[in-house]
T-cell receptor
Framework: QQQVKQSPQSLIVQKGGISIINCAYE??????FPWYQQFPGKGPALLIA?????SEKKEGRFTISFNKSAKQFSLHIMDSQPGDSATYFC?????????????FGRGTQLTVWP | NAGVTQTPKFRVLKTGQSMTLLCAQD?????MYWYRQDPGMGLRLIHY???????AKGEVPDGYNVSRLKKQNFLLGLESAAPSQTSVYFC???????????FGQGTRLTVV
């Protein structure tokens, strides 16, 4: 059973537009929700993360919106640039457990056209 | 500070051959993970380790074995490679369970 569901699978956005990627989860014990960015030929790297005690977190052009009641969170990329073209993964985990681990969504391939 | 280093970067195996992928981290992290990445499937956890000498199965452990004899190293073994194991393999480590994962650059494995 997939713990984190991500959509869309691929996304094409014009330069300067807003890119939005959505994720949903089932396990209410999750308390850490990161987004990872992966460029071709590289490993994923942490982009931004949020905890459920806040509804939004912004870092530069990247914003996570979090809806605890709906068990959904999303990544917004404002003023999208060709350099943002990459694969984005959402993830979730439960802290406080030595067996904790990240559960990843299946990824979204973002292409930003100049 | 190298972070997470994977060896080798590329490998081609014949069906039935064995090999070991090496992961080394220099951040003194307790937790280490092996993932495989396939198109449309995202990152799937193979095995992970919560400390030296301990390992646990992830979502897709069949056909793989792991060992964590030293805290800084996590080895992934394929005893008898199959074409279905053609994939990109990523190692990662984290300071706390489920926390920020630092990934290596990946190993592209092709089994023919």
């Amino acid at each position: 059973q997939q713990q984190v569901k991500q959509s869309p699978q691929s996304l094409i956005v014009q330069k300067g537009g807003i890119s939005i990627i959505n994720c949903a989860y089932e396990n209410t014990a999750f308390d850490y929700f990161p987004w990872y960015q992966q460029f071709p030929g590289k490993g994923p790297a942490l982009l931004i993360a949020i905890r459920p005690d806040v509804s939004e977190k912004k870092e530069g052009r990247f914003t996570i919106s979090f809806n605890k009641s709906a068990k959904q969170f999303s990544l917004h990329i404002m003023d999208s640039q060709p350099g943002d073209s990459a694969t984005y993964f959402c993830a979730a985990s439960r802290g406080g457990s030595t067996l904790g681990r990240l559960y990843f969504g299946r990824g979204t391939q973002l292409t930003v056209w100049p | 500070n190298a972070g997470v280093t994977q060896t080798p970067k590329f490998r081609v195996l014949k069906t039935g051959q064995s090999m070991t992928l090496l992961c080394a981290q220099d951040m003194n992290h307790e937790y280490m993970y092996w993932y495989r990445q396939d198109p449309g499937m995202g990152l799937r956890l193979i095995h992970y380790s919560v400390g030296e000498g301990t390992t646990a199965k992830g979502e897709v452990p069949d056909g793989y074995n792991v060992s964590r004899l030293k805290k800084q190293n996590f080895l992934l073994g394929l005893e008898s490679a199959a074409p279905s194991q053609t994939s990109v393999y990523f190692c990662a480590s984290s300071y706390w369970a489920g926390g920020e994962a630092f990934f290596g650059q990946g190993t592209r494995l092709t089994v023919v």
